[in-house]
T-cell receptor, first 117, second 114 residues
Framework: GAVVSQHPSRVICKSGTSVKIECRSL??????MFWYRQFPKKSLMLMAT?????????EQGVEKDKFLINHASLTLSTLTVTSAHPEDSSFYIC?????????????FGQGTRLTVV | AQSVSQHNHHVILSEAASLELGCNYS??????LFWYVQYPGQHLQLLLK??????LVKGIKGFEAEFIKSKFSFNLRKPSVQWSDTAEYFC????????????FGAGTRLAVHP
């Protein structure tokens, strides 16, 4: 199946700094990617839809100036957590839509655990 | 807004026991339904999906799920679990746009003891 790679898998940063997380579709082109956030013992919460070549669409309550999304190519979307604070510590997961075959399918990255100290 | 409810947050079973994980969703229109599994340290993987047709869908690794429209449910079942089924299971729904915006349930952590 299609592969989505997220990097880094784990990052620790100081409060006030920015962190960039990359999501790559390795063997297919993805015009649409999604970014999710997962809190401990809770569900995946959709943060935003990343569209290649255009602005991301953010879900209600997600600060677009805080979580910058750039989908510069058909295989790469980045999420930058700006001026990170401890409350931004979480597990971030991306997914990419593979538009091949009869139906579309979402493939997920392995996630990035962000810890802000 | 759509929402997905998974009733069991943590399930513990012995090998060979039967499994049923509940999933209910709230959306009145056409929906696509999914079950994903996340093994420890691994990516989310698709177990099975329902788009239309036969409401009983079969997925990988012996899992199946039944879509009951009148109950807004899509419960996951497996007749006999194995230790290797230990994982977290997520039910998800979207509004008929294919594999697009997915709304996830809170997940069920399954532990299977040998």
């Amino acid at each position: 199946g299609a592969v989505v790679s997220q990097h880094p898998s784990r990052v620790i940063c100081k409060s006030g700094t920015s962190v960039k997380i990359e999501c790559r579709s390795l063997d297919f082109q993805a015009t649409t990617m999604f970014w999710y956030r997962q809190f401990p013992k809770k569900s995946l919460m959709l943060m935003a839809t990343s569209n290649e070549g255009s602005k991301a669409t953010y879900e209600q309550g997600v600060e677009k100036d805080k979580f910058l999304i750039n989908h510069a190519s058909l295989t790469l979307s980045t999420l930058t957590v700006t001026s990170a604070h401890p409350e931004d510590s979480s597990f971030y997961i991306c997914s990419a839509i593979y538009r091949g075959g009869i139906v579309n399918e979402a493939f997920f990255g392995q996630g990035t655990r962000l810890t802000v100290v | 807004a759509q929402s997905v409810s998974q009733h069991n947050h943590h399930v513990i079973l012995s090998e060979a026991a039967s499994l049923e994980l509940g999933c209910n969703y709230s959306y009145g229109g056409t929906v696509n339904l999914f079950w994903y599994v996340q093994y420890p340290g691994q990516h989310l993987q698709l177990l099975l999906k329902y788009f239309s047709g036969d409401p009983l869908v079969k997925g990988i690794k012996g899992f199946e799920a039944e879509f009951i429209k009148s109950k807004f449910s899509f419960n996951l079942r497996k007749p006999s679990v194995q230790w290797s089924d230990t994982a977290e299971y997520f039910c998800a729904v979207n509004d008929g746009g294919g594999y697009n915006k997915l709304i996830f349930g809170a997940g069920t952590r399954l532990a299977v003891h040998p």
